[in-house]
């Protein structure tokens, strides 16, 4: 409208100059009626013009009103019935322990080393969550972030990349780290001046550990751990595998499996046999099946705690598992939506006694269905033994549009693999799951395990590629097939062995005789060619 306004002006400023040269200009004195004529024409002239012009203006404004209503339409979201999410049961994965990998980790790096990384793909996590003043929002994890974060002030930023700084540079043998050893956490930051802010994004961001409480070495250790490996993959130093943790041991799976191991699916034990000396000799089935064998490593839950005690503190995890058909944080950006994000709830945020800590999927990473989210929380269990309990609140409150929800609890190592495992009576016992967030208990414990059978092997060693593979000529395999044949079966005296040799030493003359002089021609093909593009002086 003020476009048009201004147009409409400027036309009859433009009019009204031609018309005062002319009066000027002109010799013959014009009466009053002629004025007022021009001016009537003037008029009439702008109004038409004017009508013409707004009738256009109005037509645009319609098409870019339409437009941009296009553009700018949420798309509608989906229905979910019954029926749909039974259709869709096959696609959603859920991870009894749900992990992920550092970026610079044990387990990436395992999986670098031994070639196992050709199975899987991963997905970076590009987001961390925390409860704060009563919402869900962004955890800084770098200093860019810090210095962006709406929700600290200036002096608190300076703060925190002041104690950020002394976590990544202060050197462990020092005197001033050792200070720290017989403190805890809260002692630390006091020491620091950090706020109450701060705490709270420092111990459920960077201090990422699923304890109530850690000591000032544990806290300090993940700090460096944690910065070590922010940039690696992304602004944030984990990523995911794509379908869940649940493709670790598949892969695994496949990577033994080319070079002969067996698996039996849908098969328990039921029994471990013992010879006469108590050893482990096999395996019992639930179908009856013996099977035999030297050594049996065995999970906690199919063995008495008499064979071996569990390495590592035990404790009862309560889980909530929620299927959603939003984000936690819709107002993000969609592509955000559909990745990985952490979330950290200290306790007593949301009616919680205890840390609750877990995972946001979205529809990219492949674990939930499509156009579906996945949460998936844990803490300590209660005194009550009921997950329940424990996540429905906090659960509720950070999720809208539940499909589907479910509760379970499960045992998990607090400490991790503590001790390594023994040998006792030909049979290894693991330990439970580690609660932490990465693999390192989990490798650790299974390197040792290995080596206490086979000391002298290389734990999981570099597979190779297939071209660098190389198989056998099969003139030469039929050559020494032949040879076995007959000096076996005795049908055939030494001399026809010798001859059968000569011929074979003699074709390897000849191999070797034609890749000397084909070597030989391209020599000369080079020297000719040099001599060609060789230029004689100027004289």
């Known amino acids: 409208e003020q476009w048009y306004q201004r147009r409409v002006r400027d036309s009859d400023n433009f009019k009204y100059k031609h018309f005062m040269q002319n009066l000027t200009t002109c010799e013959v004195p014009l009466k009053t009626s002629n004025v007022e004529l021009i001016n009537k024409d003037k008029d009439s002239d702008s109004s038409q013009k004017a009508d013409q012009d707004s009738s256009e203006i109005e037509q645009d404004c319609t098409t870019i009103e339409d ?22 049961k096959r696609r959603v994965n859920i991870d009894i322990t749900p992990k992920l990998c550092y970026s610079a980790g044990s387990m990436v ?26 919402e869900l929002i962004q955890a800084p994890c770098n200093r860019e972030q810090v210095f962006n974060c709406k929700h600290l002030k200036i002096l608190e930023k300076r703060i925190m990349m002041k104690f950020v700084t002394f976590a990544l540079q202060v050197d462990v043998e020092s005197e001033e780290y050792l200070e720290w050893d017989k403190k805890n956490d809260m002692e630390l930051y006091k020491a620091f001046k950090l706020t109450d802010s701060l705490i709270s994004l420092v111990r459920a961001s960077l201090v990422v550990s699923n304890k109530e409480s850690v000591s ?28 869940g943790a649940g493709e670790l041991p598949q892969a695994f799976a496949r990577f033994s499996a080319v070079f002969g191991s067996i698996y039996v699916l ?69 592509t955000e939506q559909d990745d990985v994000s952490l979330i950290h709830i200290l306790p007593g945020r949301v009616g919680n006694p205890r840390p609750v800590s877990g995972y946001e999927f979205g529809p990219r990473s492949m674990v939930p269905a499509e156009d579906m989210y996945m949460v998936h929380l844990t803490t300590p269990a209660g005194d009550s033994d009921n997950p329940q309990e424990d996540l429905e609140r906090a659960t509720d409150q950070i999720t ?32 439970f ?17 290995f080596l206490l059978l086979y000391p002298d ?12 593979i190389k ?69």
């Not at 031994?114 to 996590?125: D, M």
């Not at 000032?216 to 690696?232: F, T």
């Not at 589907?404 to 693999?417: I, L, N, R, V, W």
């Open 400 to 431: 809208s549009g539940v499909l589907y929800k479910m509760f379970f609890t499960t045992k998990m190592s607090t400490e991790g693999a503590a001790t390594p495992p023994t040998l006792h009576n030909h049979i290894i016992r693991t330990s």
């Open 266 to 334: 849908d098969m328990a034990p039921t029994l471990l046999d013992s010879d006469e000396e108590g050893n482990f000799c096999g395996l019992t089935m639930q179908t009856g099946q013996k099977l035999t064998g030297k050594y049996c490593v065995v999970s906690p839950n199919y063995t008495s705690e008499s064979i071996s005690q569990p390495t590592g503190g035990l404790q009862s995890i309560s889980h909530a598992v929620y299927l959603t058909d939003s984000s936690i944080k819709p107002k993000c950006k969609p």
């Open 433 to 449: 799951p580690s609660y932490n967030v990465g693999y390192k208990e989990s490798i650790e414990e299974a390197k040792s395990s």
């Open 471 to 539: 198989w056998p000529d099969e003139d030469e395999e039929n050559v020494e097939t032949n040879v076995q044949n007959t000096s076996e079966n005795g049908d055939v005296s030494k001399e026809k062995e010798a001859e059968l040799c000569a011929e074979k030493n003699e074709e390897e003359q000849k191999e070797e005789k034609n890749a000397e002089d084909s070597e030989s021609d391209l020599k000369v093909q080079e020297v000719s060619g040099e001599r060609e593009g060789h230029l004689e002086p100027e004289s």
């Open 67 to 88: 437009s941009v209503t296009e553009a700018e339409a949420p798309p509608e979201k989906p229905v979910w019935t019954p029926e749909k999410c039974t259709k869709s």
């Open 109 to 134: 790096e395992l999986l670098r080393s031994s070639n196992c990384s050709r199975y899987l793909e991963f997905k970076a996590v590009n987001r961390s969550f925390v409860h704060h003043n009563g």
């Open 216 to 243: 000032a070495h544990e806290a300090i250790q993940s700090i460096k751990y944690y910065l070590r490996n922010v940039g690696v993959y992304g602004s944030m130093p984990f990523i995911c595998p794509i379908y």
């Open 457 to 468: 092997e290389e734990f999981l060693p570099a597979a190779p590629n297939p071209e660098d």
